[in-house]
């Protein structure tokens, strides 16, 4: 299994608060990817990164920040928590991005509420 | 970016093949045909992609038509642990993966 983890894996948090999710790999790839799974939804790409410093917004980055200072991490805020960003959030890596035809890796995801 | 489209449900019995379809016509001539799947509570994961040719590994085979509008994932024998969502899936222009609500299948013993 590719080395990739999420914390937490659960969070309860209230309405308001700073939320801070991590992903870490030890696979030394190059892209990662936020995504938040809804249900009617499926998977929707938040933020990505192309490198260290590098990120990009993605479909649904509203109220969401995120940093990679390393290339092993990967950190995603959520500056003021609402109840609209409770959701399963999972973080994948890649090692070349996708359409240069490399699979990507996926973490086993955080439970986030809001209330 | 190109959109997939595929049947919501489909069931199997174990030890039989499976035929998953996915219509992208929209898909670009340079963008490989990705394959995931999801089970309950885990996150995705990779099972092929193929950009032109057939593919098989040793989870699954790639079928991709000629005018690589439509592919189908073919599963020799599907066992209760095969029972998941699919997704079929181009990439999109940020080079991520876009997903859109897969086929759920579900493997009867």
């Known amino acids: 299994d590719a080395g990739i983890t999420q914390s937490p894996r659960h969070k309860v948090t209230e309405t308001g608060t700073p939320v801070t999710l991590r992903c870490h790999q030890t696979e030394n790839h190059r892209y990662m990817y936020w995504y938040r799974q809804d249900p009617g939804h499926g998977l929707r790409l938040i933020h990505y990164s192309y490198g260290v410093k590098d990120t990009d917004k993605g479909e649904v980055s509203d109220g969401y920040s995120v940093s990679r200072s390393k290339t092993e991490d990967f950190l995603l805020t959520l500056e003021s928590a609402t109840s609209s960003q409770t959701s399963v959030y999972f973080c994948?890596?890649?090692?070349?991005?996708?359409?240069?035809?490399?699979?990507?890796?996926f973490g086993q995801g955080t439970r986030l509420t809001v209330v | 970016d190109a959109k997939t489209t595929q049947p919501n449900s489909m069931e199997s019995n174990e030890e039989e093949p499976v035929h998953l379809p996915c219509n992208h016509s929209?898909?670009?001539?340079?963008?490989?045909i990705h394959w995931y799947r999801q089970l309950p509570s885990q996150g995705p994961e990779y099972v092929i992609h193929g950009l032109t040719s057939n593919v098989n590994n040793r989870m699954a085979s790639l079928a991709i038509a000629e005018d690589r509008k439509s592919s189908t994932l073919i599963l020799h024998r599907a066992t209760l642990r095969d029972a998941a969502v699919y997704y079929c899936i181009s990439p999109g222009s940020q080079g991520n993966l876009i997903f859109g609500k897969g086929t759920k299948l579900s493997v009867k013993p």
């Open positions: 994948a890596i890649s090692e070349s991005g996708v359409r240069a035809s490399t699979e990507a890796f």
């Open positions: 929209t898909i670009s001539g340079t963008d490989y």
